[in-house]
């Protein structure tokens, strides 16, 4: 058996340099040879030339679409992974790219480094037929064929998907049955699955549906991971396993993180609200009573940990889940000191923060 050793190739194209200039910092140490260029021309040579294992390519360029230069890869370098980098949330073109196998993975604008760098680590571990030669198996079993042709009917295009989902719920005997949908590998990138994420929940709330979140094998919550690659997504209406609504406070800077808690936290049926610093949330829970507070620790004019010590001096009772990219930085004992009965690590779990919820 030979193990392959060869030091693999990354190149990022982006036509902003200071763009380029950050990502050559993040990437700096990391064990691969990594290429940077603002010429489209310069990748398609790189590719016919070199044994390129992995780019990354900003989507809105001048000269060329990130979508329309990794199609024009796909022909010269189909190994090659293709990772689109983008602050737009231009749903149709990158979904119909990844729905034709142009686009592999998408990072988007502003991005965390831990989970960028993650993620291309996860990209280029070497798959085991790629380590170790041997003589072929023997053809996949029946079973195996109706999976893979299984997989291939799920990937669709995000709009198709969209609008069966809106047909179903308009007819109400489909919703008072229960709606059912899985998503089972349906896009191959966790920052696209967040995007269709939002646009189903805001869908199914639009048209008055409740729904919880359960995996394929009936349990409660599905696990969401930013950084993580293909999962299955059920939506399902079962109004029986609702939980008594609950007062949510959400104290997060991100928008885009608060959108998320937000749809997901109300298509489980409690009420959420958000608010961006700790001095809005120390204000807001003088003026109302919540049930939960889900804290980010990291916050712009202070500690989001200060929240939770308010909320202990003022003998408030009410439950804080701290949640941050980096919880190394704070030590347990601190943390406890503060009142905060749970810590969670972004990238945001979906399981985890329902399960949080319902524990609370």
């Not at 608010?275 to 829970?285: D, Q, Y």
């Not at 889900?294 to 940990?305: S, T, V």
Request: a negative charge.
């Amino acid at each position: 058996m030979a193990v392959m050793t060869e030091t693999r190739v990354v190149v990022c194209i982006d036509d902003d340099p200071p763009v380029l200039s950050a990502i050559r910092r993040l990437l700096r140490n990391e064990p691969y040879e990594l290429l940077t260029t603002e010429d489209p021309d310069e990748v398609l040579r790189l590719v016919t030339a070199r044994d390129v294992a992995l780019i990354i390519a900003d989507q809105r360029m001048p000269r060329m679409l990130g979508t329309e230069l990794f199609r024009a890869v796909r022909q010269k370098s189909p190994q090659t992974v293709c990772v689109i980098l983008t602050g737009h949330a231009d749903l149709s073109d990158i979904a119909g790219a990844m729905n034709d196998g142009a686009v592999d993975r998408l990072i988007r604008k502003p991005w965390d480094d831990a989970d960028f760098r993650k993620m291309i680590r996860q990209l280029l571990e070497p798959k085991k037929e790629d380590e170790i030669d041997g003589p072929p198996g023997p053809p996949a079993a029946p079973a195996s064929q109706r999976s893979v042709r299984h997989v291939e009917c799920a990937e669709r295009q995000v709009p198709e998907v969209l609008a069966d989902l809106a047909t179903a719920l308009d007819h109400p005997k489909a919703v008072e049955s229960g709606v059912v949908l899985i998503f089972d590998g349906l896009l191959r990138v966790a920052g696209s699955l967040n995007v269709l994420l939002h646009e189903v929940i805001k869908l199914i709330i639009g048209r008055g549906v409740r729904a919880t979140l359960v995996d394929g094998s009936g349990a409660a919550g599905t696990f969401f991971d930013l950084v993580g690659g293909r999962l299955p997504i059920v939506v399902y209406r079962n109004e029986k396993d609702l939980e008594v609504p609950k007062r949510i406070l959400v104290v997060e800077d991100q928008s885009e993180n608060i959108e998320f808690l937000k749809t997901l936290i109300e298509s489980a049926g409690h009420h959420c609200e958000a608010v961006t610093s700790v001095g809005e949330a120390i204000r807001r829970l003088s003026t109302a009573p919540f049930d939960l507070v889900l804290l980010d620790l990291i916050l712009p004019d202070a500690e989001g940990i200060e929240v939770a010590r308010h909320i202990l001096e003022h003998q408030l009772n009410t439950p804080v889940i701290a949640i941050s990219g980096n919880l190394d930085r704070w030590s347990d004992d601190r943390v406890a000191r503060a009142g905060i009965r749970r810590q969670l690590s972004k990238p945001y779990r979906v399981r985890e923060i329902l399960d949080a919820i319902r524990d609370s």
